[in-house]
């Protein structure tokens, strides 16, 4: 089985790659469809962008399509940057510009007060109209500096009290341990091993 991962950003589809690594389907990317629609995440959640984003790309090709949109929520920023977390320093903003508002906003912030989660919600449409939906969410709060190299995004302030470090400190394979897109895949990984085996064409 082929599915087409709705990303075009390179740590994102690696930790889908690895999470569903093992299972009997090929994953392909917007690189092998460059002719893809752009899909404007305009959605009020997660979920809404996620489903959207899935659809709009498996009716484009005629193949089943995965999308995940995920972000960070502060609780001393009453749920912020939410849904615009990969754009919350402005359109186009790279990840150290979204880093740095973060911490801005926190100054003086005491570290009890810096509880936050990263919250991912990922949909897999398929051709014959189904679209399914998993969310995965993991607890943490947010570091006065950045710390480790690995990972992207918000992921060098993110710290884990089940790893004891950052998300950016270990990695890749450690993080899908406890990260939000891990549980995500984990629920997707039960989905895909029922469909893989439901004979071309059945119902659900």
């Known amino acids: 089985m082929k599915i087409i991962v709705a990303t075009r950003n390179p740590g994102k589809l690696r930790e889908i790659r690895l999470g569903l690594e093992g299972l009997a389907v090929e994953l392909l990317s ?71 508002k973060l911490l801005s906003l926190l100054h003086g912030v005491r ?33 006065e500096v950045p710390r480790g190299d690995q990972g992207f995004g918000y992921d060098p302030l993110f710290y884990s009290s089940e790893l004891n470090a950052s998300f950016a400190e270990v990695v890749t394979e450690v993080k899908l341990r406890a990260s939000h897109r891990g549980k995500a895949l984990a629920r997707i990984r039960q989905i895909l091993q029922f469909d893989v085996k439901r004979p071309e064409g059945s119902g659900t």
Request: charged fraction near 30%; charge should be negative.
């Open 111 to 143: 570290p009890e007060k810096r509880t936050a989660r990263f919250r991912c919600v990922i949909a897999l449409a398929w051709p014959d109209g189904r679209v399914d939906t998993v969310e995965g969410i993991v607890e943490g709060r947010i570091l």
């Open 30 to 100: 917007l690189a092998d469809f460059p002719a893809a629609p752009e899909v404007e995440e305009d959605g009020d959640s997660f979920a809404a962008n996620a489903v959207k984003k899935a659809r709009a790309l498996c009716a484009d090709t005629g193949i089943p399509a995965l999308a995940d949109d995920s972000g960070l929520e502060v609780d001393a920023l009453q749920g912020a940057p939410g849904i615009r977390s990969a754009r919350f320093a402005g359109e186009g903003a790279t990840d150290a510009e979204n880093n740095a």
